[in-house]
């Protein structure tokens, strides 16, 4: 069995598929090592066990594995000692492709700062406190900052969740706006060379300068997260983004080849996006890249391509992991709150799981869902035949029509089961086997697969991304 982690700074970081390969058995004497997943080791009869938890909402999940079905834990790092706040007065006393922001801010009347929402852990809360020393600096008042939350197409946040990203005091403080794409005020400001229309929040069209926070993560099918998705289609008209979107589908319904995790170059979803910046007003972006538990290990900043461009190889560095072959079954954690806060985020990690199984192999993964499916329009999808799903969404896209035909298309060859708040029938409706508990899911996992199965354990199956060298 192997634990594959990337190492701490201040070394560098494994390079694709060089991960952390530890023994958990040497010798005949168990040993766990320290891992947050694995908590103890325990003999039944004639078998040895290997006991783990998974995040799930604010707690943790517990179930068992026998050893000699454990193939691997695929984990994300975590860093012990972190100084978060010189991470970032690093990057941004040393940008890449872009002025120093005391410059870039030079003789800007008006800045709009653009941070992300709930459901990405972005620590905006300790980042903006230094962009706004950074904004004294330069003689910008809070009178002259706004703060944008790029929802996309997100749902709207209670104020609580919006004070809990920012801090409290930074949202008591500064002028907040939540992005609305569906509200029809995105001032159009121009058309990429594949034909979307560039349509931004007012805020932002018409800011002098603006400063883009956030994080950077793998994206299912826009390659990475962060850098300009922030403002396209964070900060986006709904027909710009579904325009963008849809070209993640070939006119017969299938999904794109290089719309994947991890792939910019040949992306046609991700090239739109780059191509829209030429749109966006003069932006200054700082990346940051966390640990397993969210923490700032390491920061970019700069130009939004460039600079984000530097990330994802910090962020691919750290979260793709080579697996041999396919395994027979993944168990996954979504990484409890708020990365499974409700279906449409959870997805995410079954997609990674999906990477790691073969064909006709299991996944089971624990998710809470407690705001319950995160669109009024997914179920609607699966109500129809496969190919004529294929069919509407290329003719009538939506969002969450992609998400529902992703797993539609994952469901054809391993199947998934899913410990959730969710009722029962709503999970059903969808595809899935709801389960109770993991215990109670790896009982039918075994049910399903033979005797010699071999499992992967993803602790947090939002950020891991398996890749396999010899095929599923």
Not at 222 to 231: D, R, Y
Not at 309 to 334: H, S
Not at 343 to 363: E, M, N, P, T
Not at 441 to 463: C, E, F, H, P, Q
């Amino acid at each position: 069995m192997g634990i594959f982690m990337a190492s701490p700074h201040p070394n560098p970081p494994p390079r694709w598929g060089e991960g952390v390969s530890l023994s958990l058995f040497p010798s005949s004497i168990p040993v766990v090592p320290d891992h947050p997943c694995l908590t103890g080791v325990m003999r039944r009869a004639n078998f040895m066990f290997v006991e783990f938890a998974l995040s799930y909402g604010y707690r943790r999940l517990t179930a068992t594995l026998e050893d000699e079905h454990l193939e691997s834990v695929i984990s994300p790092p975590r860093f012990n000692r972190v100084n978060e706040e010189e991470t970032i007065v690093r990057a941004l006393t040393h940008p890449i492709a872009s002025r120093p922001l005391p410059d870039f801010l030079a003789g800007a009347h008006r800045v709009t700062v653009v941070i992300p929402d709930k459901t990405r852990k972005g620590r905006i809360a300790i980042v903006l406190p230094t962009i706004l020393r950074y904004l004294d600096d330069a003689g910008i008042g809070r009178d002259r900052v706004r703060v944008l939350f790029a929802n996309g197409s997100h749902a709207a946040q209670a104020e609580e969740e919006k004070a809990s990203v920012m801090g409290w005091h930074n949202y008591r403080s500064l002028t907040v706006c939540e992005h609305d794409a569906r509200d029809g005020t995105a001032v159009h400001c121009g058309t990429t060379k594949f034909g979307t229309p560039v349509a931004l929040h007012p805020w932002v069209a018409e800011a002098d300068r603006t400063i883009a926070l956030g994080p950077i993560v793998h994206h299912y099918f826009a390659g990475f997260g962060g850098g300009p998705k922030m403002l396209m289609p964070g900060a986006a008209g709904y027909e710009s983004i579904v325009t963008n979107h849809r070209r993640t589908l070939t006119p017969e319904g299938a999904f794109h080849p290089f719309c994947a995790d991890g792939i910019l170059e040949g992306n046609p979803v991700a090239e739109d996006i780059a191509d829209a910046v030429r749109f966006f007003p003069p932006t200054f972006y700082v990346g940051t890249v966390h640990d397993s538990v969210g923490r700032i290990v390491d920061a970019v900043a700069g130009d939004i391509l460039k600079a984000h461009r530097a990330g994802t190889e910090k962020v691919a560095a750290l979260y793709e992991v080579a697996l041999k072959d396919g395994a027979d079954l993944a168990v996954a954690g979504a990484g409890g709150y708020p990365k499974d806060i409700n279906f449409i985020q959870s997805h995410k990690a079954i997609h990674h799981a999906s990477l790691a199984v073969r064909d006709g192999g299991v996944i089971l993964a624990a998710a809470e869902c407690r705001d319950g499916i995160g669109s009024t329009t997914l179920l609607t999808w699966f109500g129809m035949p496969l190919e004529e799903m294929k069919s509407k969404l290329f003719e009538e896209y939506t969002l969450h029509g992609h998400t529902a035909l992703s797993l539609r298309m994952k469901e054809r060859r391993v199947a998934i089961l899913l410990v959730s708040s969710l009722p029962g029938e709503v999970v059903k409706s969808m595809g899935m086997i709801p389960v109770g508990t993991v215990e109670e899911g790896m009982s039918v996992a075994r049910s399903i697969l033979k005797n010699t199965y071999k499992a992967v354990i993803l602790t947090d199956g939002s950020l891991s991304v398996p890749r396999l060298l010899h095929g599923g």
